[in-house]
């Protein structure tokens, strides 16, 4: 398991966000848990 620390862009505004994945992960992949980690933190 990695660490992977991320920008990601989110209604026009960029929020930093850390996500724990294992080291085989695409960064593909990588990136949507961390768009859907801030979209379930900021959706209100």
Partial sequence: ????????NYKDR???T????KK????EKIKQIAEKQVK???DI
Wanted: charged residues 15%.
């Fill in 1 to 8: 398991m990695i660490e992977v620390f991320m920008t990601v």
């Fill in 14 to 16: 960029n929020y930093h």
């Fill in 18 to 21: 850390n996500v724990i994945v």
């Fill in 24 to 27: 085989e992960m695409t960064w």
């Fill in 40 to 42: 379930k933190q900021w």
